[in-house]
């Protein structure tokens, strides 16, 4: 679920989505060359029509997998590779679970790709720390404004309270982006985000 924030940021910079967008969250069953796809919420209840903001705070799956649908897994893996993701296989390996994270990412790279949100959709490598002033290497791999977009809904209490109430460990004192995600066969739990600090 770490993914998610990445893809309704490029949704949302190609004007596909707003955050106002309302899209569905029910039930689906989606034709794919190994079969049915029948994605889940990870509580297995569903909202109905709920907004892109909602969706993404709330880390709904199911509205997540259909904005995937709109653009394809192949054009969402390029993205994830230009955000300095690694993947192993083309985007149609992985499929419409792309969008909940099916490709496996190493912690830094997935921790740099948020950074990229921190920093207005600006993009650099990671490096060790070095002494004395650096060239900036970034580049922009995001539009600023849908960084911008994303990074608020993620700080949005109100947005995320459907799936984690409004009194969770994700709600801070100070602004604070932050999104969880949950590893394959439930072993791990992550959080990532960021502050204006």
Known sequence: STVKPL?????????RLSAAWV???????????????IPQNYD?????????????????????????????????ARQLVALGLPLRESGDFYGLGLALGSAEVS??????AYRTLANQG??????PLLKGPVADP????????????????????NARAATFGTDSLLATRFWTAVKTGTSKDMRDN????WSQR
């Open 7 to 15: 893809r309704y940021a490029v949704g949302i910079a190609e004007r």
């Open 23 to 37: 899209i569905e969250d029910a039930p689906t069953h989606i034709p794919t060359a190994g079969g049915l796809y």
């Open 44 to 76: 297995r209840s569903f909202r109905g029509w709920v907004s892109v903001r909602s969706a993404l705070a709330s880390s709904l799956n199911i509205p997540a997998v259909r904005t995937l649908a709109m653009v394809s897994p192949d054009a969402f």
């Open 107 to 112: 912690l830094l790279s997935l921790t740099n």
């Open 122 to 127: 600006r993009h650099g490598p990671v490096a």
């Open 138 to 157: 970034a580049r922009q791999v995001i539009d600023a404004g849908a960084a911008f977009i994303v990074g608020d809904i993620l700080a949005d209490p």
């Open 190 to 193: 992550w959080a990532l985000g």
